[in-house]
């Protein structure tokens, strides 16, 4: 068969599916169901950022009858960028499902799945197109049990080559089922794909365990387990051309795995409330090929990657009529390990060379952290809160060539004021100090031990009407990075960021139909060295910026229109001794405007611009134009 005259399968698998739905219009028409219609859902977007444009288009139909049930999904993405060489991204995925009721246990069920994927910029896999078709019956034995079985054909196009073979699904689900306090539902999937040179198969199991012992007292317990073997195309080897006849290679990727995942809630007093969290994964991943060739610079080597992963969390929920807080206490750990297997006649020179990079992949993480948060009122007016945290951070790596082994600390203390001072005002005050230090264990690394300090005050008012509402806020900010040894020879300098940001919302309501908008921001910031024995700094580069942004809004019963202008500057210094100079001017201001328009209850256009103007001091004016499109349609 040629792959023009496979490519029509897919089509005609289509029209096999339609005709599988045309026939509920003919039951409709009889008038013996009862039809329950979902809104079909029609979403487009176009968004156009300097030179690159991007396309979003999705939809969403369905229909549920005594007789049937038919859902039908379609979703496209596209992105252009304009450069001198334009690149180009696809990706489209449909699915439509429709199951005819045949008795009260039986039913029949016919899929369509497709999806393209096509990348200009992808170095490997970046041309791809599935299309199956299954049907097969559907067995509903009770109301708490499934069992489903689909045979079809696929059809799988990667780096151009065709491949299509037959095509298999069988799931079996328990739902619902309920014995005593417990819950349980479990899900069994097997899915494959025999495409000659290539297979695709996949297994997985779900099993859910609930138990309720009171209102606010539950254990939920979750068991995964899954495998899966994939075999992908690979781009064109000459070598592997010449020697096997194989114009493109396979590479065979198989994963396997499980997890369980444990949450408890447990109610101790009327006060008093405990959780508690498991969960452990392991998961591995195998790669091979089944094409080699000799004596070449970097041969392949088959690989494997085992990660497994343990953690827990348990925490204590206390509140009452003015305090509430949680005190919570966690540990993490994973473990990642990397393995090659060699094969005959290979090179022992270059399998010990790619030996040694992937041990150095190896790794232990060991995570622990405390943290409580506390919020408390006082009286009717004020509110004050508290949130502390702790954690260590342990990274080790057993190979002798990596020197990245580390030890982290993170310290987070935050507090925060609230008053009301009437209905209309309200403000607050926001304090935290964040720390953290990290330790590198040997000596190669050790340079690059820091302490970083981040301390923030910022505090808000806020007054609100039904005309008018204005927010004012102020944060002052302080970063300080320390080096523990600092070398000037190694140009490794311990350095200070310090900024005052003022920003300003103001809301006004003219009239029932007219809205005025203002937004502005002053924000100054200091970068330089660090010298924290003296406490004192040498600062390098100042910068000054403002924006100002406004608009009206115009509002009627089916549209909203909100032209305005924004305008922003950053004015940058550099210090010469201790005078600042000027070193330019970076401006971008333009018009801007959004229009949305409602069609009906639930559907609408939005059009979205700006026209950006960019100039610099010492530099040419440039215009960006940047627009959003979207339409949501509820039909």
């Known amino acids: 068969m040629s792959p023009t005259t496979a490519w029509c399968y897919p089509g005609l698998a289509v029209a096999v599916v339609a005709a599988f739905i045309s026939s509920s219009a003919c039951a409709q028409m009889t008038g013996t169901d009862s039809v329950g219609w979902a809104s079909p859902r029609f979403t487009m977007g176009y968004e156009r950022n300097v030179?690159?444009?991007?396309?979003?288009?999705?939809?969403?139909?369905s229909h549920r009858s005594s007789s049937w049930d038919i859902v039908a999904n379609e979703q496209y993405r596209s992105s252009l960028i304009r450069t001198d060489r334009s690149y180009i991204k696809d990706e489209q995925s449909f699915l439509v499902r429709g199951e005819r009721h045949l008795t009260e246990t039986w039913s029949a069920e016919a899929t369509f799945k497709s999806y393209v994927f096509a990348d200009d910029r992808a170095l490997g896999l970046n041309s791809l197109a599935e299309h199956t078709v299954l049907a097969g019956p559907v067995w509903r034995p009770s109301r708490y049990l499934l069992f489903q079985g689909q045979a079809g054909y696929s059809f799988d196009n990667q780096q151009r080559v065709l491949d299509q073979g037959f095509a298999y699904l069988g799931n079996a689900r328990l739902q619902g089922f309920s014995f005593g306090i417990y819950d349980l539902n479990a899900d069994l999937t097997s899915e494959g794909h025999n495409l000659g040179p290539r297979q695709l198969n996949e297994n997985r199991a779900v099993i859910a365990l609930s138990a309720a012992f009171s209102p606010r007292s539950r254990n939920d317990l979750t068991v995964r387990m899954q495998s899966m073997n994939r075999d992908f195309y690979l781009d064109r080897d000459s070598l592997v051309e010449q020697?096997?006849?194989?114009?493109?290679?396979?590479?065979?990727?198989?994963?396997?795995?499980?997890?369980?995942?444990?949450?408890?809630?447990?109610?101790?007093?009327?006060?008093?409330d405990f959780r508690g969290s498991f969960?452990?994964?392991?998961?591995?991943?195998?790669?091979?090929?089944?094409?080699?060739?000799?004596?070449?610079?970097l041969p392949f080597f088959d690989t494997r990657f085992d990660e497994f992963i343990l953690g827990g969390k348990a925490a204590l929920a206390f509140h009452d009529d003015k305090t509430s807080g949680v005190f919570e206490i966690g540990v993490d750990e994973r473990n990642e390990n990397h393995t090659i297997e060699t094969y005959p006649d290979a090179d022992p020179v270059a399998f010990a060379r790619q030996q040694r990079l992937e041990e150095m992949k190896n790794y232990v993480v060991t995570q622990s952290q405390l943290a409580l948060n506390v919020v408390h009122r006082i009286g009717n007016r004020d509110t004050i809160s508290f949130y502390g945290s702790a954690l260590k951070l342990r990274y080790d790596t057993p190979s002798k060539q990596n020197y990245d082994d580390r030890d982290e600390l993170y310290y987070l203390l935050q507090g925060?004021?609230?008053?009301?001072?009437?209905?209309l005002l309200r403000g607050s005050i926001l304090m935290d100090i964040s720390l953290r230090h990290t330790v590198y264990i040997f000596a190669e690394r050790s340079a690059n031990n820091t302490w970083n300090r981040v301390i923030r005050l910022r505090p808000e008012i806020a007054f609100r009407n039904s005309i008018l509402s204005n927010a004012l806020t102020a944060e002052v900010l302080a970063n300080y990075t320390v080096y523990d040894f600092e070398s000037t020879s190694l140009q490794v300098q311990s350095f200070s960021f310090r900024q005052l940001t003022v920003m300003d919302s103001l809301r006004l309501r003219v009239s029932r139909s007219l809205l005025f908008k203002a937004d502005l921001m002053w924000r100054v910031y200091e970068r330089g060295d660090l010298f924290w024995e003296t406490f004192s700094s040498r600062p390098q580069?100042?910068?000054?910026?403002?924006?100002?942004?406004?608009?009206?809004?115009?509002?009627?019963?089916?549209?909203?229109?909100?032209?305005?202008?924004?305008?922003?500057?950053?004015?940058r210094y550099r210090y010469e001794g201790t005078e600042r100079r000027k070193d330019g001017d970076v401006a971008n201001y333009g018009p801007m405007c959004r229009i949305d328009v409602f069609l009906s209850r639930f559907t609408r256009v939005i059009l979205d611009g700006w026209y950006q103007v960019t100039s610099e001091s010492a530099g040419a004016t440039k215009v960006y134009p940047n627009l959003t499109l979207q339409v949501v349609w509820n039909m």
Not at 51 to 61: A, K, Q
Not at 251 to 272: A, D, K, M, P, T
Not at 416 to 423: G, L, P, Q, Y
Not at 554 to 567: I, N, Q, T
């Open 541 to 571: 580069r100042y910068f000054d910026e403002r924006t100002v942004s406004t608009a009206l809004v115009v509002e009627g019963d089916w549209y909203r229109v909100a032209p305005g202008y924004r305008f922003f500057i950053q004015s």
């Open 243 to 272: 020697a096997f006849g194989v114009e493109h290679p396979v590479e065979s990727r198989e994963e396997s795995g499980y997890g369980i995942i444990n949450n408890l809630q447990y109610r101790v007093s009327e006060y008093l």
């Open 51 to 61: 030179n690159t444009h991007l396309w979003n288009i999705g939809g969403r139909w």
């Open 279 to 297: 969960r452990l994964n392991y998961n591995t991943i195998a790669r091979s090929r089944r094409y080699r060739v000799r004596d070449v610079p």
């Open 416 to 423: 925060r004021w609230a008053h009301r001072f009437s209905s």
